[in-house]
């Protein structure tokens, strides 16, 4: 089975303080993708960053970057220099090889405090 | 090119009524898929859909719940007889073609509020 744990319920910080939300992950398969999302107050779904299973390379995009290891099956996110307009739920995401339905976690609410 | 479009935005019933929400995919995909978001919680899958036929509905509930993707048109998730705990915000997603980690576009969502 899969599952997607984000263990930090709820984070707040302060304007420029740097944050990282974990995400872990189960599944007994070999190929699988990971996904970031954010959900702004406004409820819509923004996609940040998928990941393949085979490529462990670290990424980083403007403020934000992504920790891959698959040793420890966890796909963390920070965000460096946080900014009030950060503030959103952000959720990880698994799906498998050749099937098409995600498993996301619980979400992780970040509040960013001026 | 307009992004996975739904409606209502907000939908507001009373216990025993039907709900029904609509999704209309990117231009271009046919592949369209339902998620629920309970308050506080994630998302979770409920049914996956290509034109004309459901191709995996899983984390669909066994009754009132049910799904299409007509040849023509928006897909539909219609709830009958909806209860309170169908409280959710309903998402659609659309990709281009099934396979290997596609992502998945995600709609604005509905809110339904069973009253």
């Known amino acids: 089975a899969q599952k997607v744990t984000q263990a930090q319920t709820e984070i707040s910080v302060v304007e420029k303080e740097d944050v990282t939300l974990d995400c872990v992950y189960e599944?007994?398969?070999?190929?699988?993708?990971l996904f970031w999302y954010k959900q702004p107050p406004s409820g819509e779904l923004v996609f940040l960053i998928r990941?393949?299973?085979?490529?462990?390379q670290n990424e980083i995009s403007g403020r934000y970057s992504w920790n891959f290891q698959k040793s420890t099956s966890s796909f963390n996110f920070t965000i460096t220099a946080s900014q009030v307009v950060d503030s959103a739920v952000y959720f990880c995401?698994?799906?498998?090889?050749?099937?098409?339905?995600?498993?996301f976690g619980s979400g992780t609410k970040l509040n960013v405090k001026p | 090119n307009a992004g996975v479009m739904q409606n209502p935005r907000h939908l507001v019933r009373r216990r025993g009524q039907e709900a029904r929400l609509r999704c209309s995919p990117m231009?271009?995909?046919?592949?369209v898929y339902w998620y629920r978001q309970l308050p506080e919680e994630g998302l979770k899958f409920m049914v996956y859909?290509?034109?004309?036929?459901?191709?995996?509905e899983s984390g669909m509930p066994k009754e009132r719940f049910s799904a299409e993707f007509p040849k023509e048109g928006p897909s539909i998730l219609r709830i009958q007889q909806v209860v309170r705990g169908d409280s959710a915000a309903y998402f659609c997603?659309?990709?281009?073609?099934?396979?290997?980690?596609?992502?998945?576009?995600f709609g604005p969502g509905t809110r339904l509020t069973v009253l």
């Open positions: 859909l290509q034109k004309e036929n459901i191709i995996d």
């Open positions: 599944t007994r398969d070999t190929t699988y993708y």
């Open positions: 997603a659309s990709s281009p073609e099934a396979g290997v980690g596609n992502e998945q576009f």
């Open positions: 231009k271009g995909h046919s592949h």
């Open positions: 995401a698994l799906s498998l090889y050749n099937f098409n339905k995600f498993y």
């Open positions: 990941r393949n299973s085979f490529d462990e």
